[in-house]
């Protein structure tokens, strides 16, 4: 049981360029999250999806894109990447209910110079 | 006004201190209330749950004051390997949209 997983674990990106950030769960959550965390700041929702076919946006979802077509494949797309997405990219996942816990990858880190 | 909010730090303390560290939350439709630790450089993960009652785990201790917006953390005995980022954890109804504090930094030094 691997939890959730994360590819790839570093990336440098020039301006303009485009990537998916892959996350994977094995543990069959209905919720997924994206999160971003700039340095020596919290976690800022991006996307989160509460199923297969279902995503939304959360507090920062410019520049980004989502797709949940399976429970366990969340993928996170920047089209145009900018300077400002330099950030480390998170992906949790949680069952249904209000006490459950997130669990999370161990992170993406992006640079875009 | 952020929906979570912390006191940053850094909370520098020697082993062996008591601290503690609180946390605000502005939606009082709010749900579900945890904190996380976060290691430099790594993924956050559950600390603790917290519950109207208090709760304790060991030398973690967790407060909720519904009526106050207002959620705490104590450490006692702090140890070396506590240093850490603390991050307390709003979810709203439903459970499906949760919002982080910035954390607070804390350092326990030998």
């Known amino acids: 049981n691997a939890g959730v997983t994360q590819t790839p674990k570093f990336r440098i990106l020039k301006i303009g360029q485009s990537m998916t950030l892959q996350c994977t769960q094995d543990?069959?959550?209905?919720?997924m999250y994206w999160y971003r965390q700039d340095p020596g700041m919290g976690l800022k929702l991006i996307y989160y999806?509460?199923?297969?076919?279902?995503?939304d946006k959360g507090e920062v979802p410019n520049g980004y894109n989502v797709s949940r077509s399976t429970t366990e494949d969340f993928p996170l797309r920047l089209e145009l990447a900018a300077p400002s997405q330099t950030s480390v990219y998170f992906c949790?996942?949680?069952?249904?209910?209000?006490?459950?816990?997130?669990?999370f990858g161990p992170g993406t880190r992006l640079t875009v110079l | 006004r952020k929906e979570v909010e912390q006191d940053p730090g850094p909370f520098n303390v020697p082993e062996g201190a008591t601290v503690a560290f609180n946390c605000t939350y502005s939606?009082?439709?709010?749900?579900?209330f945890f904190w996380y630790r976060q290691d430099c450089r790594k993924e956050p993960k559950l600390l603790m749950s917290?519950?109207?009652s208090g709760n304790e785990d060991g030398r973690f201790t967790a407060q909720l004051n519904r009526a106050s917006q207002y959620i705490s953390l104590l450490i006692r005995d702090s140890k070396l390997s506590d240093s850490a980022t603390y991050l307390c954890?709003?979810?709203?109804?439903?459970?499906?949209?949760?919002?982080f504090g910035a954390g607070t930094r804390l350092f326990v030094k030998a």
């Open positions: 999806s509460v199923g297969a076919g279902i995503t």
């Open positions: 949790a996942a949680k069952e249904e209910g209000d006490s459950d816990t997130q669990y």
């Open positions: 543990m069959n959550h209905n919720y």
């Open positions: 917290v519950y109207s």
């Open positions: 939606n009082s439709a709010s749900q579900s």
């Open positions: 954890v709003v979810n709203n109804a439903g459970g499906f949209k949760t919002i």
